[in-house]
């Protein structure tokens, strides 16, 4: 009797743990139109999948708990359309594009009305700086395995982001207190350190442009953050949205970063004849 009791829950055991790995690989396999099941960056990595997904979950959550109960302006429609921007190029999709576009359109309209000159050009730049980055996306898509050919972070990539970025934020400065703007320095050097991460996420597809921000995010949570205590509402959208984009960040790295990876591995064989 205890032999046919033992066999009964080891055949139990062994169902249950069959069919946990039927129903998981069959969840996997359907999300999001079959997505992760098609892009090599994810065969064997379920923790990464599941990463995603409940990333964009509490991405999305965020962003619905933010805006709840206040009031919709157009600093909202911003994180609206910049929350799932940001979210698209965690996975290195060109769908990203006409979200950001759209989102810099509403960030103009923004750093006009908080006297941010700082951000006004920055918006412009994003703007052109998107147009320009389709063109150079397309041409870095890894067609074979999924999301972009990325350059991982090396010794010549930090220096040249450094250097730029001080130059920047000297020129920075210099326009905006000319111009009269407020919160000069820190405006400067979150917009410089904007633009070096920008350059070099589109025009270098480089993990280092991901890095520097998420460093952007946390300075302009601050710069909006004081605006926002000062009872500027219109910086509340902005708050929401760059807690939702730095969250995202992170997750990002850890995209690109397999996806550095993979380039690595397709080369190999070409290195070994």
């Given at each position: ?228 205590n000062a009872g500027n509402l219109l910086a509340y959208g902005a708050v929401v949205q760059t807690l939702?984009?730095?969250f995202n960040g992170i997750r990002t790295i850890i995209n690109w970063h397999y996806m550095s990876k993979?380039e690595k591995v397709e080369e190999a064989p070409t290195q070994l004849s």
């Open positions: 009797m205890n032999n046919f009791t033992a066999s009964v829950k080891e055949n139990v055991g062994m169902f249950k743990d069959k069919m946990s790995k039927v129903n998981q690989d069959t969840i996997i396999g359907s999300l999001y139109g079959g997505y992760f099941k098609k892009h090599d960056m994810f065969k064997g990595r379920k923790w990464l999948v599941w990463l995603n997904v409940l990333s964009d979950i509490i991405m999305v959550g965020m962003l619905v708990f933010g805006l709840l109960g206040n009031e919709f302006t157009i600093s909202s429609l911003g994180a609206v359309l910049a929350t799932f921007g940001v979210l698209f190029i965690a996975y290195g999709s060109m769908l990203s594009y006409p979200f950001n576009m759209a989102q810099n359109i509403t960030w103009l309209i923004t750093a006009v009305t908080l006297n941010f000159y700082g951000d006004i050009i920055m918006a412009l730049f994003y703007f052109g700086s998107q147009v320009f980055g389709i063109f150079v996306w397309n041409k870095k898509k890894d067609k074979k395995q999924g999301g972009l050919k990325v350059r991982k972070v090396d010794k010549k990539s930090i220096v040249l982001f450094l250097v730029g970025m001080v130059i920047m934020t000297i020129v920075v400065a210099l326009l905006s207190g000319a111009l009269g703007g407020e919160q000069i320095w820190l405006d400067s050097i979150n917009n410089s350190t904007a633009i070096m991460s920008q350059l070099s996420q589109i025009v270098f597809v480089s993990q280092i442009g991901n890095i520097g921000w998420v460093i952007t995010n946390f300075l302009t949570l601050i710069q909006y953050g004081i605006s926002l939702i984009q730095g993979q």
